[in-house]
């Protein structure tokens, strides 16, 4: 039994590692591709930060061209999950949102909705954004509104992680090896991708009732 563990947990890294280096050969194409899966309902939790901070801190004269493409393809998943969420309405909310947060973030939006999105939106993985996009959305609130509140505040974050990642971005990487951070780094990337499946199915089958 330990040694089928063992072999599923190498074998996810072995996937996960050719993922991020597919994306990466990409260039600044896969930080968008991976940001728009990241603030999408199918989200990559550190997929995109992980990469923008690698390919940042090894090509540091391309920060300003990552960190528009990583922000533009935030902006694209969100816009997604705007489109889903505010054809729902309240309804379609509960079907996104667990049980757990809706009170909290329907409380944030209707207090304020932009606040609520920045702060959202400047929080480091794995802190659940799209749950606030979802509601502010449900709730009517302006889509260009929304959206520019979300692509500053997204250009404000990813250019605080494009000036850390010069700064520090080899250290990180060094640290990101360590065998312990990869099983923690693998096991979001799982649980997150295996939540949204269910999630989805879920909310299909109560569309379908």
Same mark, same amino acid.
């Given at each position: 039994?330990?040694?089928?563990?063992?072999?599923?947990?190498?074998?996810?890294?072995?996937?996960?590692?050719?993922?991020?280096?597919?994306?990466?050969?990409?260039?600044?194409?896969?930080?968008?591709?991976?940001?728009?899966?990241?603030?999408?309902?199918?989200?990559?939790?550190?997929?995109?930060?992980?990469?923008?901070?690698?390919?940042?801190?090894?090509?540091?004269?391309?920060?300003?061209?990552?960190?528009?493409?990583?922000?533009?393809?935030?902006?694209?998943?969100? *816009?997604?999950?705007? +489109?889903? /969420?505010?054809?729902?309405?309240? %309804?379609? $909310?509960?079907?996104?949102?667990?049980?757990? @947060? #809706?009170?909290?973030?329907?409380?944030?939006?209707?207090?304020?909705?932009?606040?609520?999105?920045?702060?959202?939106?400047?929080?480091?993985?794995?802190?659940?954004?799209?749950? *606030?996009?979802?509601? +502010?959305? /449900?709730?009517?609130?302006?889509? %260009?509104? $929304?959206?520019?509140?979300?692509?500053?505040? @997204? #250009?404000?974050?990813?250019?605080?992680?494009?000036?850390?990642?010069?700064?520090?971005?080899?250290?990180?990487?060094?640290?990101?090896?360590?065998?312990?951070?990869?099983?923690?780094?693998?096991?979001?990337?799982?649980?997150?991708?295996?939540?949204?499946?269910?999630?989805?199915?879920?909310?299909?089958?109560?569309?379908?009732?």
């Amino acid at each position: 039994m330990l040694n089928l563990a063992v072999g599923r947990n190498h074998y996810a890294k072995g996937v996960v590692h050719h993922l991020f280096v597919f994306f990466a050969h990409l260039g600044g194409f896969g930080i968008l591709f991976l940001s728009v899966l990241d603030s999408s309902p199918l989200l990559i939790p550190l997929g995109n930060d992980i990469l923008f901070i690698a390919m940042t801190a090894r090509k540091q004269s391309y920060v300003i061209y990552y960190t528009l493409m990583a922000t533009a393809g935030s902006v694209l998943g969100c *816009f997604s999950v705007d +489109a889903l /969420s505010r054809k729902g309405g309240e %309804k379609g $909310l509960e079907k996104i949102v667990s049980p757990r @947060r #809706l009170g909290y973030v329907k409380k944030r939006i209707k207090e304020s909705a932009v606040w609520a999105l920045a702060l959202a939106s400047l929080m480091p993985p794995p802190f659940p954004f799209t749950p *606030f996009v979802a509601g +502010a959305s /449900s709730l009517q609130y302006p889509r %260009k509104k $929304l959206l520019a509140a979300l692509a500053i505040a @997204r #250009l404000m974050r990813f250019s605080i992680e494009g000036a850390l990642a010069i700064l520090f971005g080899r250290h990180i990487l060094r640290l990101a090896r360590f065998p312990m951070v990869e099983d923690v780094v693998v096991g979001l990337i799982i649980a997150s991708v295996v939540g949204s499946v269910l999630s989805i199915i879920r909310s299909m089958k109560q569309g379908n009732t």
